[in-house]
């Protein structure tokens, strides 16, 4: 298996396989809990992104493209089963760009307005590095206090995040015809900057189906209502859990 992708904990009796995409500055352990949680039914695999974890001596890739080319070269084992993509937030912009290369069965777009329609988060990448990490923590959170308290781990995080809001600013939708899997698009109540207006953009972006659903509250719920966000992928998939948990 490639760097790109992790396989922590294969399954081979799962009848598909789901490949995990992080939000700007997070690595694979975001997802670590659903290794477990959507098992014996779903095979989650994790996308390990230049620059955090155990590729933390990496430098950060700042293109979106380039990022999801990595990703899709790297994917073409897994797809001996169906395989869907989630992605929540810039995961969720790479995750649409791997499926322009592959063929998913389904495609889970979190925390992001459709990629032909931006939303209005302002440019920060570029700002010098407190008012940048300011506007990370105004606009964004799901950044611990423990973190945020550590000068020294903010150090350390500061260039994986510059570079992950540079590949999303400089992403520019390209004009790809439209998938022929599902979408499913998502965000949590109170999410400043992906209403569920903005979700339904993502309808004209495939020529299957698109649902759209507002689960638990703000921009992390991917991370604080885990639970449901989960119940709804796995009913979009027409899965059940048969006695995995979910705490």
Not at 44 to 59: D, M, S, T, Y
Not at 177 to 188: H, K, T, V
Not at 200 to 205: N, Q, Y
Not at 219 to 226: E, L
Request: proline content about 9%; charged content about 20%.
């Amino acid at each position: 298996m490639s760097e790109w992708i992790r396989r922590p904990k294969p399954v081979p009796g799962a009848r598909l396989r789901l490949l995990c995409v992080p939000h700007a500055g997070a690595g694979p352990s975001f997802y670590a809990r659903w290794l477990t949680e959507l098992a014996p039914a779903v095979e989650v695999c994790l996308v390990n992104l230049p620059g955090r974890e155990a590729r933390f001596g990496e430098a950060p890739v700042d293109d979106l493209r380039l990022i999801a080319s990595e990703v899709a070269t790297a994917a073409q084992p897994l797809q001996d089963r169906p395989l869907a993509l989630f992605g929540h937030s810039m995961g969720a912009l790479v995750a649409y760009e791997v499926a322009q290369l592959l063929e998913p069965e389904h495609l889970f777009a979190s925390g992001s307005p459709a990629p032909h329609a931006p939303g209005d988060e302002p440019h920060v990448a570029h700002l010098p590095d407190t008012e940048f990490l300011a506007e990370v923590r105004r606009g964004y959170g799901g950044i611990p206090d423990s973190v945020w308290n550590n000068e020294e781990l903010l150090l350390m995080l500061l260039p994986i995040l510059r570079a992950d809001f540079a590949a999303c600013e400089t992403y520019t939708w390209p004009g790809h015809p439209p998938l022929r899997c599902d979408i499913s698009a998502l965000s949590g109540a109170g999410d400043y900057y992906v209403p569920e207006s903005a979700l339904a953009g993502w309808a004209s972006l495939t020529s299957g189906e698109c649902t759209t659903r507002v689960i638990g509250e703000g921009h992390f719920n991917v991370a604080n209502d885990r639970a449901a966000v989960q119940r709804f992928v796995l009913d979009q998939l027409g899965l059940v859990l048969e006695g995995a948990r979910n705490d």
